[in-house]
């Protein structure tokens, strides 16, 4: 434990000041940190840039949102050159180590080194031609992808919810959530069989998908069950979104091979609500409930947690 404040005052040492250079500057190849501990654990990092800030904040190149990350952690500079570069801690509550050793400013970093980050976070130094890195890259793209359908998986979302509502919570901004539920799937499955199921899963998924953002996430929740996280967009404009997916749903024809089937799904919305301490569970729980009022009400429907 360094004792030094996470407070933004103290930490008002810039990233530039610690690591002197056009911070701008690009990496000839780019450097990986591999997380093999602590709640990103398996995820990997890439920088593409000279100089890295590592920490909670929204800016951060190495964005870790954990118990024990300071803010503004540690600054990274790389020379993919010379295959060597530095580390700086920056002030962080919880501290630095490389190796095991404390890490102050201008710890000297080399491929295969370990950096804790707090007391459960630790990233390996590698870069892309590793075959440790592309082993860990391949895995790390598995672990998060439903292998039907290619979108992200719970695991994914779990994840992402929680970095979202700290998003949330931090500036007081709005975040939306959708579950969508195949209506009488099982009949699919039982009249047409479950290749056909599939293939109208993976469309689903490609449907969806066409009607996001880019910096919309969906996942597949589990079975039939579909969610889309929305950062920035209220319930209100959220059920806009639901209304346009069902529709445009229930308007197009499944081709599975064997037939041409017609689909419908319901969908229940629910959001953060600014200034209250929710949970991810507790939003999925109310989009959930909101999802089985819409099926109650005849389904191809589109209910929000907050019009009960």
């Not at 990986?32 to 840039?49: S, W």
């Not at 990350?69 to 700086?88: N, Q, V």
């Not at 469309?203 to 969806?208: D, F, M, N, Q």
């Not at 209304?243 to 064997?258: E, K, L, M, N, W």
Request: charge should be neutral; proline fraction near 2%; hydrophobic fraction near 40%.
């Amino acid at each position: 434990m360094r004792g030094v404040s996470d407070r933004p005052e103290a930490q008002r040492q810039t990233v530039s000041e610690l690591l002197p250079g056009p911070s701008d500057a690009a990496l000839g190849a780019p450097l990986l940190l591999i997380a093999l501990t602590g709640a990103q654990a398996g995820r990997i990092y890439r920088i593409d840039k000279r100089f890295a800030l590592i920490g909670r904040d929204d800016g951060a190149d190495v964005e870790i949102v954990e118990a024990g990350i300071s803010r503004r952690h540690a600054a990274l500079s790389w020379d993919a050159a010379h295959g060597t570069g530095t580390l700086s801690d920056l002030g962080s509550r919880n501290g630095t180590r490389v190796n095991g050793a404390p890490c102050r400013e201008g710890h000297v970093l080399r491929i295969g080194d370990k950096i804790q980050l707090g007391s459960s976070t630790v990233l390996r130094v590698s870069h892309p031609d590793e075959d440790e890195a592309q082993y860990a890259q391949r895995m790390y793209q598995s672990a998060l992808r439903d292998g039907l359908t290619g979108i992200f998986n719970r695991r994914y979302l779990d994840e992402r919810l929680d970095s979202e509502l700290a998003f949330a919570r931090r500036h007081d901004r709005a975040l939306s959530l959708l579950m969508i539920d195949l209506d009488r799937f099982k009949a699919v499955n039982d009249d047409h069989g479950h290749l056909a199921g599939d293939a109208v899963l993976k469309e689903l998924a490609r449907l969806v998908t066409a009607q996001l953002r880019a910096e919309d996430v969906l996942a597949r929740y589990g079975g039939e069950e579909f969610v889309v996280l929305c950062r920035d967009i209220d319930e209100n404009r959220c059920s806009v979104l639901a209304q346009r997916i069902r529709r445009t749903v229930a308007q197009h024809p499944f081709d599975v091979g064997s037939a041409v089937l017609a689909v419908t799904c319901s969908i229940g919305v629910a959001s953060f609500a600014k200034g209250k301490v929710e949970s991810g569970t507790a939003i999925l729980e109310a989009a959930d409930k909101a999802l089985y009022r819409a099926k109650a009400a005849g389904r191809n429907a589109v209910e929000c947690a907050s019009r009960r």
